[in-house]
Each structure stands twice: as structure tokens, then as C-alpha cells.
């Protein structure tokens, strides 16, 4: 009995090792450990034995026993990893050509241009100031030296925000109240530039928008005059535009500063275009402010970014900033 129980189990074994499915493996199992099989009948039949020979009898059935169970539990991990191989291999995806199809985005055209002259007037030695976009008269014109009468308070070119009394309220058109918020909270000497979005009631053209970026500078300390106020702006243009583009200020009026000048720079075909206004602080703006116009003397400086970034690109019309046309803002 004992021969023919081992020369089952190898068969069993040669099988299993054959098996190419769990199916097949659990028949097998069956067949060899089940309750009709061989093993189970030789193990019935101890009883009948002399008490030496069952001993050695089940000593050698329980080995068999053994060896088939070790054998079916190697034939279903086998055929397990290799289904769990099969499965992965059948919902495994490649991504790797919808991947090369994603087109990352970049910084907009004028994002860039802030970003870049930020960091030329922190290479100068200016620091970064921002404030509300939502004003009252007095940051926006008042303390700027802008009286009531002023065309620029009109709503011909302010647009203003009715939020009722018991001030007057409207979106600001520069970013001077930034220097105004400045002034009033800090001790000079001041060196700031103010990034930020302004408002003003013009119609959409190639050379205009309604909601349009803006940076002013400005400096308040000892000492400070007209020449330092042209040496900042050539040094800012060559950082910004190369060591090739000239400037030049040409006499202008504002009311914030005394003397005020517009200031251009050179065109590579040899013209001029102007790019923003500059002066000398109004005395009247450092008193509005609580700061001495007799100790204290200062200048400031404003252009517009966008009109910056499509004179940068050599755009046609400023309008393509805003229109979030993919086609265009891709090339960039």
C-alpha cells in the first residue's frame, strides 16, 4: 500500500507542477486529498492493522499527506502571481502618449512683465509696496494735490463706487494712494514701487483699456532732486529694455509734482516714445502726508505695464492682453 500511495503522489505531483489553471489545481486536490481519494482509504484501513504496523503506516501517510498539501499550495501561488500577472498585464494603461499631449501653461504676458520689473527695481534697491483697489478721495486725488475742480475727478474719467455717505468712493486710477498709505505710515527716507491694477472710464482701443496694470515709484529722502530722478529712470530703462535704449524727459503738468516731466525712450528706427510721467513730489504731497517738505525732498515715477509688455513684444494692439486668445498667448 505504501508503494502504491508514493507512486501516487509523484504522479500527483508531476501533474500539479503541470497544472495551467486553479481550476485544474483543485481538482487535483480532490482527487489526491479529498475524501475519495486514495489517501483517505489507506488512512480508514489503520484500524485493521497490527499496533507496529500502523504506526509505520501512518507515519508514511501523513508524510504523503504532507507532500501533496506543500505541492497544491505551491501549484496555486504559482498560478495565483501568474493570473494577478495576467490581470495587471489586461487593465494596465499606458499614459505615456496622453502625457506628451498635455501643453503646460505659462505666466501671462504681463504677469511676466511685472514680474520682471520688480525685480529690476529690487536690484535698485526699492521694495515692493501694494494697497486697496477700492478708494476714497482722499488717497485717490486729495492728498495728491487734485482739487475738486480737477477734470480727472469727473466721472467722465473716474469711475466711482456708491456705497453712499459718508465718503466718496471710487475704484482708483493710479496707484499713487499707494504712495500716499506709504507716506502716511512710514518714516522716510522711502523707496518703493507700486504694482497694481488700475481703473479709469476709457474706451477699449488699440492703445487703451478700462482695467489696466500700472507701477509707480517713489523715493522721499534728503537731497533729492531732478537728476536723481533721471539717473533712476535711464538705469531702470537700460536694465529693463538694454544698454542701447536712450531716455530723455520732456517738460509736462501734473499736480502732484513741481516740476513734472513726461519721459521717453529711444525706438531703434531712431523716434521716440513716451512711456510715462515723472517729477519732483509736490511739497504739498509730503505736507498732506505729515512729512516736512523743508527737510524732506523726493520723486516719483508711473507708466503703465501693459502698454510695457506690448511695446516689449512689439504688439499691435494692447487689446490682445485681455482677450485670452490660446492661439496668441502660447507664442509666449
Not at 38 to 55: F, H, M, N, Y
Amino acid at each position: 500500500m505504501s508503494a502504491e500511495l508514493k507512486a501516487g503522489a509523484a504522479e500527483a505531483e508531476q501533474r500539479l507542477s503541470a497544472a495551467t489553471d486553479l481550476d485544474e489545481v483543485r481538482a487535483i486536490d480532490a482527487d489526491v486529498l479529498g475524501k475519495k481519494s486514495a489517501l483517505t482509504a489507506a488512512k480508514k484501513q489503520l484500524g485493521g492493522l497490527e499496533p507496529e504496523d500502523r504506526k509505520a503506516a501512518g507515519m508514511a501517510i501523513n508524510e504523503i499527506r504532507q507532500r501533496l498539501e506543500a505541492a497544491v499550495a505551491a501549484a496555486n501561488d504559482r498560478l495565483a502571481a501568474d493570473a494577478r500577472a495576467a490581470q495587471y498585464e489586461a487593465e494596465c494603461l499606458d499614459l505615456s502618449e496622453k502625457l506628451s499631449e498635455i501643453r503646460r501653461g505659462s505666466l501671462h504676458l504681463t504677469t511676466q512683465a511685472r514680474d520682471r520689473l520688480e525685480d529690476v527695481f529690487v536690484g535698485m534697491g526699492f521694495t515692493i509696496a501694494e494697497g486697496p483697489e477700492v478708494e476714497t478721495a482722499w488717497y485717490n486725488f486729495e492728498a495728491l494735490n487734485i482739487p475738486e475742480w480737477h477734470p480727472a475727478r469727473g466721472s467722465f474719467d473716474t469711475i466711482f463706487v456708491d456705497l453712499g455717505e459718508p465718503e466718496e468712493v471710487m475704484l482708483r486710477s493710479h496707484t499713487s494712494p499707494v504712495q500716499i498709505r506709504t507716506m502716511e505710515n512710514t518714516e522716510p527716507p522711502i523707496y518703493i514701487v507700486a504694482p497694481g491694477r488700475t481703473f479709469r472710464t476709457d474706451t477699449a482701443d488699440a492703445t487703451h483699456l478700462p482695467a489696466f496694470n500700472q507701477i509707480e515709484g517713489l523715493v522721499v529722502d534728503r537731497g533729492i532732486g531732478l537728476g536723481d530722478l533721471a539717473g533712476t529712470i535711464d538705469e531702470f530703462v537700460k536694465s529693463f529694455f538694454g544698454g542701447e535704449v536712450k531716455t530723455r524727459l520732456r517738460p509736462s503738468y501734473f499736480p502732484f509734482t513741481e516740476p513734472s516731466a513726461e519721459f521717453d525712450i529711444s525706438r531703434p528706427d531712431g523716434s521716440w516714445l513716451e512711456l510715462g510721467g515723472c517729477g519732483v513730489v509736490h511739497p504739498n504731497v509730503l505736507a498732506n502726508c505729515g512729512i516736512d517738505p523743508e527737510e524732506w525732498q523726493g520723486f516719483a515715477f508711473g507708466f503703465g505695464i501693459d502698454r510695457l509688455a506690448a511695446m516689449r513684444y512689439q504688439l499691435d494692439d494692447i487689446r490682445e492682453l485681455v482677450n485670452s486668445d490660446v492661439r496668441f498667448l502660447r507664442q509666449f
